[in-house]
């Protein structure tokens, strides 16, 4: 079983920057792939970005590309959200997921419980 935490989350002014983390509880991190989700006030929780089991492959949602880098440290159990430029329309709870295998692909496995981020115009 792998527990995920995050952390990070915070209200910050348009334009600004935050880093999230995801703290996974377990011994066996490197085989699963991460993956950060966002879900909006009165919406659906949506893909942001992803990160293969090593980290050498990463995949991203066009409204982020180019501002949030994702990253991992297997030795630490972590996986990291760096967000740059943060747009108002950046705001919701952030999720980070584990999906067990080398790439992210079909529902999560685990869940965190999220973090908020609040980016004020």
């Known amino acids: 079983q792998v527990q995920l935490v995050e952390s990070g989350g915070g209200l910050v002014q348009a334009g600004g920057s935050l880093r999230l983390s995801c703290a996974a509880s377990?011994?066996?991190?490197?085989?699963?792939?991460m993956g950060w989700f966002r879900q909006a006030p009165g919406k659906e929780r949506d893909f942001i970005a992803s990160?293969?089991?090593?980290?050498?492959?990463?995949s991203y949602d066009d409204s982020v590309k180019g501002r949030f880098t994702i990253s991992r440290d297997n030795a630490k159990s972590t996986m990291y959200l760096q967000m740059n430029r943060l747009k108002p329309e950046d705001t919701g709870v952030y999720y980070c997921?584990?999906?067990?295998?080398?790439?992210?692909?079909?529902?999560?496995?685990?869940w965190g419980q999220g973090t908020q981020v609040t980016v004020s115009s």
């Open positions: 990160i293969s089991g090593p980290g050498s492959s990463t």
């Open positions: 377990g011994r066996t991190f490197s085989r699963y792939a």
């Open positions: 997921a584990a999906k067990r295998g080398t790439y992210y692909r079909g529902p999560a496995d685990h």
